[in-house]
């Protein structure tokens, strides 16, 4: 069996005991304040106090003088982390459990915890509006505006901070294993157009791999700013270019020239029709011997169970928060999209860094 079907496998059948299966609904009737407890357990300073204690482990009495809070409130936490199971008690004292343990040094836990915080948890309850209405009803506790990606540049800095740690996190990792599939002899790229290069990291990274390569950075024009900057100071500006455009304009033709395209974590951020007119237009752009690469998460084709439910409640951000429309997809959903387009895929490379998909398209033959 290859591991997709395993995947595949952890959804397709019911494997709790009944018993396990109403403490899980009791997880899940309390998420909200498991979440609040355990990111203010990390924040605090409690866990690592507890952590550091060792086998010795502390009182509350211990805990309250360190860390400085009020007597009753770390009561409160400690009681609810023993049920959460950040902690166990014996003989008064507390000592840190394997899950604690993650809460406080994972660091894809600490992104996702932080992205949920500052960037989804007030916007989440306007998901049934967001459902109903497919447009992102939760961000409006930032702005007034139709996407996230058109506020991205004017959101408070702590929620930019996690955005960007969120977004990078992924695709930080999947950059340098992806790098050698591009800028091989056979594929010969001098001019690639990075649509959705967001702050040049694809380009940075590129410039660097690749002394013959030139870029141009297609983005909205609030996120280009900041790439131009960036470019700048690295003095990358003969190497780098911009093209600043919102791309659901679908009257704005694509630049032309490039021997490739290249979109990472980019087509998640629209709808199945969107996905199809962008790819539209890269049909245009593009020589018949041009290629175009997308490198993509998709639930299905995870490793780990963990990874597939990262993906799918990620999908939640899209629809409350970032456009109402487009999710982190599953690949044969995505790929409909994609090929309605008039593209085949070539290629395809599965688990790239942590979850990616590495997809090189060629236009069909007609
Ligand atoms: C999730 S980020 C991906 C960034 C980068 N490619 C990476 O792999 O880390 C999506 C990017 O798409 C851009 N984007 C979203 N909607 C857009 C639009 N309507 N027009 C142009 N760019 C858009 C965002 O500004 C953002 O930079």
Same mark, same amino acid.
């Given at each position: 069996?290859?591991?997709?079907?395993?995947?595949?496998?952890? #959804?397709?059948?019911?494997?709790?005991?009944?018993?396990?299966?109403?403490?899980?609904?009791?997880?899940?009737?309390?998420?909200?304040?498991? #979440?609040?407890?355990?990111?203010?357990?990390?924040?605090?300073?409690?866990?690592?106090?507890?952590?550091?204690?060792?086998?010795?482990?502390?009182?509350?009495?211990?805990?309250?003088?360190?860390?400085?809070?009020?007597?009753?409130?770390?009561?409160?936490?400690?009681?609810?982390?023993?049920?959460?199971?950040?902690?166990?008690?014996?003989?008064?004292?507390?000592?840190?459990?394997?899950?604690?343990?993650?809460?406080?040094?994972?660091?894809?836990?600490?992104?996702?915890? +932080?992205?949920?915080?500052?960037?989804?948890?007030?916007?989440? #309850?306007?998901?049934?509006?967001?459902?109903?209405?497919?447009?992102?009803?939760?961000?409006?506790? #930032?702005?007034?505006?139709?996407?996230?990606?058109?506020?991205?540049?004017?959101?408070?800095?702590?929620?930019?901070?996690?955005?960007?740690?969120?977004?990078?996190?992924?695709?930080?990792?999947?950059?340098?294993?992806?790098?050698?599939?591009?800028?091989?002899?056979?594929?010969?790229?001098?001019?690639?157009?990075?649509?959705?290069?967001?702050?040049?990291?694809?380009?940075?990274?590129?410039?660097?791999?690749?002394?013959?390569?030139?870029?141009?950075?297609?983005?909205?024009?609030?996120?280009?700013?900041?790439?131009?900057?960036?470019?700048?100071?690295?003095?990358?500006?003969?190497?780098?270019?911009?093209?600043?455009?919102?791309?659901? +304009?679908?009257?704005?033709?694509?630049?032309?020239?490039?021997?490739?395209?290249?979109?990472?974590?980019?087509?998640? &951020?629209?709808?199945?029709?969107?996905?199809?007119?962008?790819?539209?237009? &890269?049909?245009?752009?593009?020589?018949?011997?041009?290629?175009?690469?997308?490198?993509?998460?998709?639930?299905?084709?995870?490793?780990?169970?963990?990874?597939?439910? &990262?993906?799918?409640?990620?999908?939640?951000?899209?629809?409350?928060?970032?456009?109402?429309?487009?999710?982190?997809?599953?690949?044969?959903?995505?790929?409909?999209?994609?090929?309605?387009?008039?593209?085949?895929?070539?290629?395809?490379?599965?688990?790239?860094?942590?979850?990616?998909?590495?997809?090189?398209?060629?236009?069909?033959?007609?």
């Amino acid at each position: 069996m290859n591991l997709i079907n395993l995947l595949m496998q952890f #959804f397709s059948t019911d494997k709790k005991s009944a018993l396990e299966a109403k403490n899980m609904a009791q997880f899940i009737a309390f998420g909200p304040v498991i #979440f609040q407890v355990a990111r203010i357990m990390r924040n605090s300073g409690i866990l690592h106090e507890i952590e550091a204690s060792g086998k010795e482990g502390l009182t509350i009495e211990d805990i309250v003088e360190k860390v400085q809070l009020p007597h009753y409130g770390v009561r409160i936490l400690l009681e609810s982390s023993l049920g959460i199971g950040l902690i166990v008690i014996n003989d008064n004292k507390y000592r840190i459990t394997k899950t604690g343990h993650f809460i406080l040094h994972d660091a894809l836990t600490n992104v996702n915890m +932080d992205f949920i915080h500052d960037v989804n948890y007030n916007g989440l #309850f306007y998901l049934d509006e967001s459902i109903k209405n497919g447009k992102p009803e939760g961000l409006k506790v #930032f702005g007034n505006w139709q996407t996230i990606y058109e506020g991205l540049s004017q959101l408070p800095k702590h929620v930019q901070k996690s955005w960007f740690a969120f977004d990078h996190f992924f695709s930080d990792t999947a950059f340098p294993a992806v790098l050698p599939h591009i800028y091989n002899k056979k594929n010969n790229i001098k001019k690639l157009l990075d649509i959705g290069g967001n702050t040049g990291k694809w380009a940075i990274a590129s410039t660097k791999y690749n002394p013959g390569i030139s870029i141009t950075i297609m983005d909205l024009p609030g996120q280009l700013n900041i790439a131009k900057n960036r470019i700048e100071e690295l003095g990358l500006n003969d190497r780098v270019s911009f093209h600043p455009t919102n791309i659901l +304009d679908a009257s704005q033709p694509f630049p032309k020239g490039f021997d490739a395209i290249w979109m990472s974590q980019f087509l998640d &951020c629209f709808s199945e029709d969107e996905i199809t007119s962008i790819m539209q237009r &890269c049909y245009d752009a593009i020589d018949d011997d041009g290629f175009v690469y997308i490198l993509e998460a998709y639930w299905d084709k995870q490793r780990f169970e963990a990874a597939a439910f &990262c993906l799918q409640q990620t999908s939640v951000y899209f629809t409350a928060l970032a456009n109402g429309n487009s999710q982190m997809y599953h690949s044969e959903i995505f790929k409909a999209a994609v090929l309605r387009a008039g593209f085949e895929i070539v290629e395809e490379t599965n688990n790239i860094g942590l979850s990616h998909t590495l997809w090189k398209l060629k236009k069909v033959n007609k």
